[in-house]
């Protein structure tokens, strides 16, 4: 099982409150997080009500591993598209835990169509780094970062290279919020 929680908060795309959903953009999301308490923001995401279906379908299934049955329902609930999976997972991950290396090959590869022939590039890559570094406040380092780590849109990404760059942009992120 990987790790699944990390600090923060997160609100998948698709709610299944009345089919209306959250598009509100980071520094927005921050704003009213700041303007809310926790019990209003849980009560105005319905999240007892979320919480009270994943345990009904537990107690129905009633499965060997009620861990990773509760992750493999929150999960099918979040974003369907790979790319949005991938952002997600790699969010919430822990570089310092053991099974790091593991998630970050499987999160490769769902981005790699292996029957096809077709592997990860570079502006998928790009799109991806750059939406992971979107947190980091201070604009010069991110830059900075981003450079050293930006690939062209048509360059083939391999494992190795893409293992490094996500690596370098959570590593930073953890020793930006530890330094704070």
Partial sequence: MINRLQRGRTTPL??????ATATASPSTSLHLSAQESDQAF??????KEIIS???????RCKPDDPIDFLYNYFDAQCQTKPFDRVLTRLRLAD???SSFELLL?????????VTTDVVLNGDLYNKLIGNLANTIT???HRLSLLANIHLRPND????????HGIRAILLYKGWYFEGQ
Avoid: C, M, W
């Fill in 138 to 140: 201070i604009n010069e």
């Fill in 156 to 163: 083939p990404v391999s494992l190795n290279v893409f293992s």
């Fill in 42 to 47: 849980l009560e105005r995401l319905r999240v």
């Fill in 95 to 97: 570089p310092k835990h």
């Fill in 14 to 19: 698709n709610s299944t409150s009345g089919g």
């Fill in 53 to 59: 279906d994943a345990i009904l379908n537990v107690a």
């Fill in 105 to 113: 090959t499987e999160l490769y590869q769902s981005l790699t169509n």
